[in-house]
């Protein structure tokens, strides 16, 4: 009798439980095709522009906040979830390693353009 005693102070169902079993499927589903989802709609939004405020920490943070809420919200992510686990499970990389990226890429391509003009334009201006 004491054994089952102990057996109803331990609850039977915790809450990071009954949140993995009432979105069951929905966690391992959509997870993948909502990541599609951000890359393929809201991440053009927020990069459209980055060329040119790509030096403004404090805008770069505000978007680090908002895609971590973002994605956070799509994941369906427990509270003790990192922002680091779900940047790598949903393999979208962070703000700052996109500011990086486009940085490096605008920089080689504008050495590699053919018109000799284009190298005047400094000069001019």
């Known amino acids: ?47 459209y522009g980055m060329k040119v405020w790509s030096s403004a920490t404090k805008s770069n943070i505000r978007l680090q906040q908002v895609q971590n809420c973002i994605l956070r919200t799509m994941d369906l992510a427990l509270w003790f979830t990192t922002n680091d686990e779900i940047h790598e499970y949903l393999n979208v990389p962070t703000v700052a390693t996109e500011i990086e990226w486009y940085r490096k890429q605008y920089t080689e391509r504008q050495f590699s353009y053919q018109n000799p003009l284009i190298f005047l334009l400094p000069q001019i201006y």
């Open 1 to 47: 009798m004491e054994k089952s005693h102990k057996a109803e102070e331990i609850p039977s169902e915790p809450l990071v439980l009954e949140y993995v079993l009432a979105h069951g499927k929905k966690l391992l589903t959509i997870d993948r095709e909502q990541a599609h989802t951000y890359n393929s709609v809201l991440k053009p939004v927020w990069t």
